[in-house]
Nanobody, 116 residues
Framework: QVQLVESGGGLVQPGGSLRLSCAAS????????MGWYRQAPGKERDVVAV???????NYADFVKGRFTISRDNAKNTVDLQMNSLKPEDTAVYYC??????????WGQGTQVTVSS
């Protein structure tokens, strides 16, 4: 069974930083894109950042210049470095992995709270 385990969430003050990590395990093959979504209370799940197997990245406008996504293909991990955090970044963050033939697996989510 494919599992994605996230870590690194927590409470941080505005202007602070957090680094989220996601590790995938199980019978994974033909890994393609990896990325992060987030969902705030009462809102839809939005894409935050995506990184392809070749290392190309794409970011939502609301995090450009503040967040950086990276991956380690040998370890099947994807990280999200979040700087200059704002209260509106408060959400549950989910990592995902596209693999095989049009398969997508999700992590369980990690809470990020930005508050003074």
């Amino acid at each position: 069974q494919v599992q994605l385990v996230e870590s690194g969430g927590g409470l941080v003050q505005p202007g602070g930083s957090l680094r989220l990590s996601c590790a995938a395990s199980g019978p994974i093959f033909s890994i393609d894109a990896m990325g992060w979504y987030r969902q705030a209370p009462g809102k839809e799940r939005d894409v935050v950042a995506v990184i392809t197997s070749g290392g190309s990245t794409n970011y939502a406008d609301f995090v450009k210049g503040r967040f950086t996504i990276s991956r380690d293909n040998a370890k099947n991990t994807v990280d999200l470095q979040m700087n200059s955090l704002k209260p509106e970044d408060t959400a549950v963050y989910y990592c995902y992995l596209d693999w095989g033939t049009y398969r997508r697996s999700w992590g369980q989510g990690t809470q990020v709270t930005v508050s003074s």
